[in-house]
């Protein structure tokens, strides 16, 4: 997540065109590598565990979180959530500051 003021989103652009800037609000941005997502991510780090993605449970609020919540086995969205991320989670949280990933873990039993 990177604070950059709009007005020199292209000249990072330019300079970095393996990235890809995603803005979540006026001037915040996710940045990863282009062509990934967080489910990527996952998927990789589970590959390597030996974990299929149904045996993944993953946490999410915003919309760059969308593919990784539909592609593992249990996606929460947390209480404070965009409504569209809430739509395709499978369990909805308390919200953060409420302790959400905490009650949710003890919901599924993982703790």
């Known amino acids: ?17 393996h990235l890809a800037f995603d ?13 990934y ?3 990527d991510g996952v998927k990789i780090i589970a590959d390597e565990q030996g974990i299929k993605m149904d045996e993944v449970i993953a946490f999410g609020d915003n919309y760059n979180d969308l593919q990784m919540l539909e592609a593992v086995g249990i996606g929460v969205a947390m209480g404070n959530a965009l409504d ?11 919200n953060v500051e ?9 919901h599924f039993e993982l703790i």
Not at 1 to 17: D, G, L
Not at 23 to 34: C, G, L, Q, R
Not at 84 to 94: F, I, L, Q, T, W
């Open 1 to 17: 997540v990177c604070n950059i003021n709009p007005a020199h989103m292209e000249y990072y652009q330019t300079k970095y065109p």
């Open 23 to 35: 803005s979540f609000s006026e001037d915040h941005y996710d940045i990863h590598m282009d062509n």
């Open 37 to 39: 997502s967080k489910a």
């Open 84 to 94: 569209e991320v809430k739509k395709v989670a499978d369990y909805v949280a308390k």
């Open 98 to 106: 409420d302790d959400g990933t905490y009650y949710t873990c003890k």
